[in-house]
């Protein structure tokens, strides 16, 4: 039988190293695949003024999973200053590629597990009413539309006149921006479509169903944002009431959300938000379980099985550059085992999850967060475990 074939996304700073750690565990724990390397990220910005070549498109078009490290993205000026000088000047304007990925393959399905390990040094802690230490169990899955929204790229500085003539006929806009000079005016706008909200909606409720969480949480701002929000919570309760009644329905305010992620964690199962909401209300849960070394990813369309899935952690650059890597790679590892559930090889996938879990549980090797040190050079003399002592860890228990 013929190996699985996967396209491998290193990208950028630890992105490759994180990357090739994960694929050693995978291989140790006997998922047999044949990894191509795609194109992607700052390099190919500065040498060829596309970070996202067509190239790698029709690799992952073909193959359609991908397993992704990270990606390196700066302002505007600032990437147009770093392209090499025959492409200095051209009107070449840096966009995300990973944002560019998933709106040309329409992978608007972004899940985001937070769950703690138990042992893990980092999970939150709080004190109880009598002021005994409490520990509370996070298990939240986060649906966040991954297209749409502030994240759309629909944006102007100093707009055309047609733009602006037509946000002129807003009386809102004509109040309070009306006597704004257009040149001194930047616009993102904040777009949703009812069959995105639909799919992203109806994806967090049939994960609720199937895996019985008791409630799904819309953690939007509807009570402001009255169109965008209110459209997703409106869409919302009527899904639930017709499609979904076993399933408790929450409406929590962003900003609230955010204060009560801390006070009582353990109450929520499933959140659902739109792009930037849902980038921030996963990296609040991620700080509850340890921080951006244990978040992982996945990006679907299920209706053309393409999935990429990676750590929601950056590039960090500076890390790149140490002669031993000290980041940690779990965030990573939890990605590739959202992969192997998404192409049905659970076997392997439930193995690799119980080997981090003795990891963590037993304590003996722990990378440089996990010790509460600052991410300096120096930490492997200190007695943290580098990236790759950490994969081994994992190996050994598989």
């Not at 498109?57 to 990270?70: N, P, S, V, Y």
């Not at 042992?119 to 509370?136: H, K, V």
């Not at 799904?216 to 701002?221: D, L, P, R, S, Y």
């Amino acid at each position: 039988m013929a190996k699985r074939k996967i396209v491998s996304l290193p990208g950028d700073g630890i992105g490759r190293v994180v990357l090739e750690q994960t694929i050693r565990v995978l291989k140790a724990a006997g998922f047999e695949a044949e990894y191509l390397e795609g194109d992607i990220g700052w390099e190919f910005w500065r040498t060829e003024g596309d970070p996202l070549p067509q190239r790698t498109i029709d690799l992952l078009q073909e193959h359609k999973i991908a397993l992704f490290g990270a990606i390196t993205s700066k302002p505007k000026e600032e990437a147009a200053n770093e392209l090499i000088p025959e492409l200095q000047n051209k009107g070449l304007i840096y966009s995300s590629p990973i944002v560019a990925l998933r709106q040309h393959f329409g992978l608007d399905i972004c899940l985001r597990p937070c769950r703690t390990y138990e042992g893990n040094p980092l999970n939150f802690i709080r004190r109880g009413a009598t002021g005994e230490i409490e520990e509370p169990k996070v298990d939240v899955a986060i649906f966040r539309q991954n297209t749409e929204g502030l994240y759309g790229g629909v944006e102007w500085s100093n707009p055309p006149e047609d733009v602006h003539k037509a946000l002129m006929t807003h009386p809102k806009f004509k109040k309070n921006f009306g006597q704004t000079p257009k040149e001194e005016i930047s616009i993102s706008t904040r777009i949703f479509t009812k069959k995105a909200t639909e799919r992203i909606l109806r994806a967090a409720f049939d994960y609720a169903k199937k895996f019985g969480y008791k409630s799904v949480t819309v953690a939007e701002k509807p009570n402001v944002i009255r169109e965008t929000s209110g459209m997703m919570y409106r869409m919302a309760k009527e899904m639930q009431k017709n499609d979904y009644p076993e399933i408790e329905l929450w409406n929590t305010n962003i900003d609230a959300q955010m204060m009560w992620l801390t006070k009582n964690p353990e109450t929520y199962g499933v959140i659902v938000a739109g792009n930037m909401f849902g980038d921030i209300v996963s990296d609040g849960f991620a700080g509850l379980i340890g921080g951006l070394g244990f978040a992982s990813s996945s990006q679907m369309n299920p209706e053309t099985g393409i999935g990429v899935f990676e750590p929601t952690h950056g590039s960090a650059p500076k890390y790149a550059d140490y002669e031993t890597s000290i980041v940690n790679p779990i965030a990573m590892v939890e990605s590739a085992i959202m992969m192997l559930d998404f192409i049905d090889e659970k076997e392997i996938a439930n193995k690799i999850r119980k080997a981090v879990a003795q990891v963590i549980k037993e304590g003996k090797i722990r990378t440089y967060d996990m010790m509460k040190m600052s991410g300096r050079a120096d930490v492997i003399e200190k007695g943290a475990a580098s990236t790759i002592e950490m994969a081994d860890a994992i190996i050994a228990k598989l």
